[in-house]
T-cell receptor
Framework: SQTIHQWPATLVQPVGSPLSLECTVE??????LYWYRQAAGRGLQLLFY??????ISSEVPQNLSASRPQDRQFILSSKKLLLSDSGFYLC??????????FGSGTRLTVV | DAKTTQPPSMDCAEGRAANLPCNHSTISGNEYVYWYRQIHSQGPQYIIHGLKNNETNEMASLIITEDRKSSTLILPHATLRDTAVYYCIVPTRGTSYGKLTFGQGTILTVHP
């Protein structure tokens, strides 16, 4: 069966520090991969999506970047975190166009 | 994505049916209606989807009107664990990316 792993579950980072969040998928090939962010009390915002290795599309301009070095690995990064980067980060995958499976999320607090 | 409209919040008594409405009057003929829910501090969870016919699975039933301009998600016997934000989504077809756009959803509170 397909599973999605996302870590860490929680993270507290100082302003200006780098960030690396990793997401891996098992049990499927060539999935579409997505990074979402949910700020406190807000809805889910799509940040990045990828349809293949090395293919990244950004939905909103921001302080973050994404990479897909392997078929089932999706990484969210930042060189210097801002306070506004705090939020709940969710990775998701889909094998077809529209059915998503989400990871358990990373709660990031920038202090 | 086609615009959807949901009530911001609803209450339901435990053991009773929860009926969550969604309006999607601009839906196109080949666009599906998807429902997800998000329990506090967790990632969204897929519930059900449909095109024209009513659908049922182990979690819920989906009733889509004949003109497809609205739908209702039915949780037949709500439990306290069904308290969550429920999202009705109509993804835009025509791309292979299938990006889901989440609105504000309906906060369903199931009380004892």
């Amino acid at each position: 069966s397909q599973t999605i792993h996302q870590w860490p579950a929680t993270l507290v980072q100082p302003v200006g520090s780098p960030l690396s969040l990793e997401c891996t998928v098992e049990g499927t090939s060539n999935p579409n991969l997505y990074w979402y962010r949910q700020a406190a009390g807000r809805g889910l915002q799509l940040l990045f999506y990828s349809v293949g290795i090395g293919q990244i599309s950004s939905e909103v301009p921001q302080n973050l970047s994404a990479s897909r070095p392997q078929d089932r690995q999706f990484i969210l990064s930042s060189k210097k975190l801002l306070l506004s980067d705090s939020g709940f980060y969710l990775c998701a995958w889909s094998a077809g166009p529209y059915g998503y499976t989400f990871g358990s999320g990373t709660r990031l607090t920038v202090v | 994505d086609a615009k959807t409209t949901q009530p911001p919040s609803m209450d339901c008594a435990e053991g009773r049916a929860a009926n969550l409405p969604c309006n999607h009057s601009t839906i196109s003929g080949n666009e599906y209606v998807y429902w997800y829910r998000q329990i506090h501090s967790q990632g969204p969870q897929y519930i059900i989807h449909g095109l024209k016919n009513n659908e049922t699975n182990e979690m819920a039933s989906l009733i889509i009107t004949e003109d497809r301009k609205s739908s209702t998600l039915i949780l037949p016997h709500a439990t306290l664990r069904d308290t969550a934000v429920y999202y009705c989504i109509v993804p835009t077809r025509g791309t292979s990316y299938g990006k889901l756009t989440f609105g504000q959803g309906t906060i369903l509170t199931v009380h004892p």
